[in-house]
Protein backbone atom coordinates (compact mmCIF):
# COMPACT_ATOMS: atom_id res chain seq x y z
CA UNK A 1 0.00 0.00 0.00
CA UNK A 2 2.80 2.17 -1.17
CA UNK A 3 1.12 5.38 -2.26
CA UNK A 4 3.22 8.56 -3.07
CA UNK A 5 1.82 12.23 -3.55
CA UNK A 6 3.31 15.32 -5.39
CA UNK A 7 2.48 19.00 -4.80
CA UNK A 8 3.82 22.04 -5.25
CA UNK A 9 3.66 22.79 -9.02
CA UNK A 10 2.14 25.41 -11.25
CA UNK A 11 2.45 28.16 -13.67
CA UNK A 12 5.77 30.26 -13.31
CA UNK A 13 7.34 32.65 -15.58
CA UNK A 14 10.80 31.97 -16.80
CA UNK A 15 13.30 32.42 -14.12
CA UNK A 16 11.38 31.78 -11.54
CA UNK A 17 11.77 28.87 -8.90
CA UNK A 18 9.10 26.55 -7.16
CA UNK A 19 9.59 24.01 -4.45
CA UNK A 20 8.34 20.34 -5.78
CA UNK A 21 7.14 17.85 -2.54
CA UNK A 22 6.42 14.21 -2.53
CA UNK A 23 5.14 12.54 0.46
CA UNK A 24 5.17 8.91 1.06
CA UNK A 25 3.44 6.42 3.02
CA UNK A 26 3.71 2.85 3.56
CA UNK A 27 7.30 3.00 2.34
CA UNK A 28 10.41 4.94 4.57
CA UNK A 29 12.29 7.24 1.99
CA UNK A 30 15.36 7.22 4.08
CA UNK A 31 15.82 3.35 3.11
CA UNK A 32 15.56 3.52 0.00
CA UNK A 33 16.62 5.39 -3.71
CA UNK A 34 14.15 7.84 -4.59
CA UNK A 35 14.04 9.83 -7.97
CA UNK A 36 12.09 12.79 -9.60
CA UNK A 37 11.40 12.02 -13.68
CA UNK A 38 9.38 14.85 -16.17
CA UNK A 39 7.16 14.00 -19.07
CA UNK A 40 7.14 16.89 -21.33
CA UNK A 41 3.77 17.03 -24.08
CA UNK A 42 4.97 14.89 -27.12
CA UNK A 43 7.80 13.47 -25.06
CA UNK A 44 8.97 10.35 -23.32
CA UNK A 45 9.50 10.46 -19.59
CA UNK A 46 12.69 11.04 -18.47
CA UNK A 47 14.71 11.24 -15.25
CA UNK A 48 15.91 14.01 -14.09
CA UNK A 49 17.00 13.87 -9.93
CA UNK A 50 18.12 11.09 -7.94
CA UNK A 51 18.63 10.91 -4.38
CA UNK A 52 20.21 6.84 -2.38
CA UNK A 53 19.22 6.03 1.20
CA UNK A 54 22.87 7.48 2.09
CA UNK A 55 22.21 11.19 0.51
CA UNK A 56 23.90 10.61 -2.59
CA UNK A 57 22.32 12.87 -5.21
CA UNK A 58 22.94 13.01 -9.29
CA UNK A 59 21.23 14.70 -11.77
CA UNK A 60 20.39 14.89 -15.66
CA UNK A 61 23.01 17.41 -17.45
CA UNK A 62 19.88 19.77 -19.02
CA UNK A 63 18.95 20.16 -14.90
CA UNK A 64 22.53 20.60 -13.45
CA UNK A 65 22.96 23.86 -11.27
CA UNK A 66 19.60 24.59 -11.34
CA UNK A 67 17.57 21.82 -9.80
CA UNK A 68 18.23 20.69 -6.14
CA UNK A 69 16.95 16.95 -4.72
CA UNK A 70 16.75 16.89 -0.97
CA UNK A 71 14.89 14.44 1.47
CA UNK A 72 13.25 15.18 5.21
CA UNK A 73 13.42 11.71 7.06
CA UNK A 74 11.29 12.98 9.52
CA UNK A 75 8.40 14.03 7.17
CA UNK A 76 9.44 11.50 5.03
CA UNK A 77 8.81 13.57 2.33
CA UNK A 78 11.43 14.37 -0.92
CA UNK A 79 11.75 17.77 -2.47
CA UNK A 80 12.70 18.95 -5.68
CA UNK A 81 13.61 22.91 -5.87
CA UNK A 82 13.68 23.69 -9.14
CA UNK A 83 15.31 27.32 -9.75
CA UNK A 84 16.01 29.28 -13.21
CA UNK A 85 13.03 27.69 -14.89
CA UNK A 86 12.96 27.95 -18.69
CA UNK A 87 9.90 27.17 -20.75
CA UNK A 88 11.59 23.83 -21.67
CA UNK A 89 11.05 22.70 -17.83
CA UNK A 90 7.36 22.63 -18.62
CA UNK A 91 6.28 18.97 -17.85
CA UNK A 92 4.41 16.65 -15.50
CA UNK A 93 6.69 16.02 -12.79
CA UNK A 94 6.73 12.44 -11.08
CA UNK A 95 7.89 11.14 -8.08
CA UNK A 96 9.36 7.99 -7.41
CA UNK A 97 10.46 5.51 -5.64
CA UNK A 98 12.64 2.18 -5.08
CA UNK A 99 12.54 -0.71 -2.68
CA UNK A 100 13.89 -3.96 -3.17
CA UNK A 101 12.79 -4.26 -7.41
CA UNK A 102 10.08 -2.52 -7.17
CA UNK A 103 9.77 0.94 -8.20
CA UNK A 104 6.58 3.47 -7.01
CA UNK A 105 5.13 6.36 -8.44
CA UNK A 106 3.36 9.09 -7.60
CA UNK A 107 0.45 10.97 -9.98
CA UNK A 108 2.22 14.08 -11.15
CA UNK A 109 2.52 17.64 -10.51
CA UNK A 110 1.96 19.81 -13.61
CA UNK A 111 4.99 22.27 -14.00
CA UNK A 112 4.49 25.25 -16.85
CA UNK A 113 6.87 27.99 -17.53
CA UNK A 114 5.90 30.58 -19.66
CA UNK A 115 6.01 34.08 -19.86
Known amino acids: QVQLVESGGGLVQPGGSLRLSCVAS????????EAWYRQAPGKQREWVAG???????NYADSVKGRFTISRDNAKNTVYLQVNSLKPEDTAVYYC?????????WGQGTQVTVSS
Open 51 to 57: ISSGGST
Open 96 to 104: SAVRFTTQY
Open 26 to 33: GIIFSQNY
